[in-house]
């Protein structure tokens, strides 16, 4: 059961920047490497969107509302995924998730990190 946990969230103002963190740990099937992974978003009053994924093969893709502005990047030898945010917007604000995927298609996701774009 992989165990995810994100972090950096926090209230940033319109323009600004943050950089969320997702510590990967426990049993990997394959090891981190073979997991796809990814983050999320769920604003409030609305269903839990994807933001940008990074898979096994090091291909990249974002949610067109975030592309140009947000970087995901992982460091496999740390088990690590990151989401780099900047020219942050007010829609921005929701709860980020980390997500993974094994090789076998089973999903995992983190607790969420709370991100709150406010001048």
């Known amino acids: 059961q992989v165990q995810l946990v994100e972090s950096g969230g926090g209230l940033v103002q319109p323009g600004g920047s943050l950089r969320l963190s997702c510590a990967a740990s426990r049993t990997f099937v394959g090891g981190f490497r073979s997991y796809n992974m990814g983050w999320y978003r769920q604003a409030p009053g609305k269903r839990r969107e994807w933001v940008a994924s990074?898979?096994?093969?090091?291909?990249?893709d974002y949610t067109d509302f975030v592309k140009g502005r947000f970087t995901i990047s992982r460091d496999n030898s740390r088990s690590m995924v990151y989401l780099q945010m900047d020219n942050l917007r007010l829609e921005d604000t929701a709860v980020y998730y980390c997500?993974?995927?094994?090789?076998?298609?089973?999903?995992?996701w983190g607790q969420g990190t709370q991100v709150t774009v406010s001048s």
């Open positions: 997500w993974s995927q094994s090789v076998n298609g089973a999903d995992f």
């Open positions: 990074i898979n096994n093969d090091g291909s990249i």
